[in-house]
């Protein structure tokens, strides 16, 4: 199995994960993001677990290392690396269908969890509808919108959709009926036929 390791949101290298009876090997190599200690973590939802300290190398970091597979109950989603900041653990995954590629996270106990977001170089801050929820901070020199999570994402305020107004109209009047119209015309006079001539009177002699 291979999975793609990441810093700041971009893939630096990758990591190859075999199963050897009771163990996983992992071998993992990657770029150097700079001058330090560099650790690598493995993501499992919303969740991170240090794997170890990765050994500067020629070509980059790497690091070789057996995992009980008695402690990976299910299989990280990615690899990430980074330093614990005030508590804070490197972290990548996605939240309920929202992507979160550069971020950490600090477990609060009963309180739940923290997540520490940091806003990609062209300026789009992931889960983006939640700023209203979130506050400003800082974390490896860096500034970040820090939002709790006591339960998984908080839910969004409902806007409410205004109504409407209608301008008043009055009423249109209701048609009366005319009492004139309703009367009873007076029946039809019969119209006598035209009499007919009468005959003319016959001439003497005829």
């Keep these: 199995m291979e999975y793609g390791i990441y810093f700041r949101g ?14 996983y090997r992992l071998s993992a190599r990657s770029e150097e993001p700079g001058p330090g200690v560099w650790r690598l973590w493995a993501c499992f939802g919303t969740e991170s677990r240090l794997v ?5 190398q020629t070509g980059g ?8 597979r008695h402690s990976w109950a299910i299989l ?8 614990e900041e005030e508590g804070f653990r490197p972290w990548r995954g996605i939240l309920e269908g929202v992507e979160v590629a550069d971020a950490m996270l600090r477990e609060e106990g009963a309180s739940g969890q923290t997540l520490a977001v940091f806003a990609p170089p062209e300026g789009a801050v992931p889960l983006a509808e939640y700023i209203s929820l979130m506050r400003e901070g800082e974390l490896d020199g860096r500034p970040c919108l820090l939002l709790a999570l006591p339960d998984g994402l908080p839910e969004l305020p409902i806007e409410e959709t205004p109504i409407p107004e209608t301008p008043d109209v009055a009423p249109a009047p209701e048609s009366v009926p005319d009492e004139n119209l309703c009367a ?16 003319a009177p016959a ?3 005829v």
């Design 10 to 23: 971009g893939l630096r290298g990758m990591l190859t994960l075999e199963r050897e009876g009771l163990y």
């Design 76 to 83: 990280p989603d990615c690899f990430v690396l980074g330093r």
């Design 52 to 56: 170890g300290v990765c050994f500067p």
């Design 61 to 68: 970091l790497h690091l070789e290392k057996r995992v009980s």
């Design 184 to 199: 009873e015309l007076p029946p039809e006079e019969a119209i006598p036929a035209e009499a007919a001539p009468e005959p």
């Design 203 to 205: 001439e003497d002699g």
